[in-house]
């Protein structure tokens, strides 16, 4: 039987898809805090919502690790390339349905999101044996490096699409 997502990582999931969704709220609830500005969107841009995917899963790996101590080199290596994967579905998602329709939609815009979370999750899922001699520092250096550049880019956001709010509503 053909087996997507671990079962041990459906609670994963769920509370990425949780914490995800409230961290879109924190950058106002926490009165415009630089320090929230950091992990949470602080404009509608995509670039900015991709942080609603990155933390969480961050965050919920470290829980994860230390609850099950799992393999680290294959926990945090998978759960980076899925990660990785789910920004990149989100972004072709949003810009595919918003080039097709002309614009952009709330709900469809919440579903990318949720499958986000689910395509990070399964990526990772099904790479986990690939990543148990990976080198660590690689795997450091690479969650390091998408969190400096969330932090940069937030403070400096390039003028580039990506970093532009949507014309006509959410992202």
């Known amino acids: 039987m053909l087996q997507i997502c671990r079962r041990r990582d459906f609670l994963y999931m769920l509370s990425a898809a949780l914490l995800g969704s409230a961290f879109h709220f924190l950058y106002d609830f926490s009165g415009k805090n630089p320090f929230a500005a950091l992990i949470s969107p602080v404009n509608e841009s995509v670039w900015e919502h991709l942080k609603l995917l990155f933390f969480p899963i961050l965050f919920l790996t470290a829980v994860e690790y230390f609850i099950r101590r799992p393999n680290p080199r294959a926990l945090f290596g998978a759960r980076l390339a899925g990660v990785t994967a789910g920004m990149a579905i989100i972004?072709?998602?949003?810009?595919?349905?918003?080039?097709?329709?002309?614009?952009?939609?709330?709900?469809?815009?919440?579903?990318?999101?949720?499958?986000?979370?689910c395509f990070s999750y399964v990526i990772s899922g099904h790479l986990l044996r690939s990543f148990r001699q990976a080198d660590p520092m690689l795997i450091f250096l690479g969650w390091l490096l998408i969190a400096l550049l969330f932090f940069s880019f937030t403070c400096f956001p390039p003028d580039l699409f990506l970093f532009y709010p949507p014309q006509s509503g959410s992202a």
């Open 91 to 117: 972004v072709v998602l949003y810009y595919l349905y918003t080039f097709i329709l002309g614009r952009d939609f709330f709900v469809a815009d919440i579903l990318i999101f949720l499958i986000g979370v």
